[in-house]
Nanobody
């Protein structure tokens, strides 16, 4: 079992920045690839960013590429999502998730690949 707890959400003006954190406990954090997903009101959950177990490979949805940066600190059992140049359309509940990938460089971009999920943190971007 892996327990995930997100933090860092809040209200920010368009163009601003937020840094989300995802603290993990339970099984070895470095055994899992990590991802961030988001769900806006009335919409399906969508993939935002993913990082491999080692942190050496990342992958982004086109909608956040160039503005968001995913990272991890395996020594602190924490994953991060740095969000810059935020837009009103980034408003959503953001979830972190952990996936048991077969290699250290694999990333997971589909939600069914993830076994563990956090409770989510709200991000609201005002225009």
């Amino acid at each position: 079992q892996v327990q995930l707890v997100e933090s860092g959400g809040g209200l920010v003006q368009a163009g601003g920045s937020l840094r989300l954190s995802c603290a993990a406990s339970g099984r070895t954090f470095s055994s899992y690839a990590m991802g961030w997903f988001r769900q806006a009101p009335g919409k399906e959950r969508e993939f935002a960013a993913a990082i491999s177990r080692s942190g050496g490979r990342t992958y982004y949805a086109d909608s956040v590429k160039g503005r968001f940066t995913i990272s991890r600190d395996n020594a602190k059992n924490t994953a991060y999502l740095q969000m810059n140049s935020l837009k009103p359309e980034d408003t959503a509940v953001y979830y972190c998730a952990a996936a048991p990938t077969p290699s250290g460089i694999a990333v997971a971009t589909i939600d069914r690949e993830y076994d563990y999920w956090g409770q989510g943190t709200q991000v609201t971007v005002s225009s």
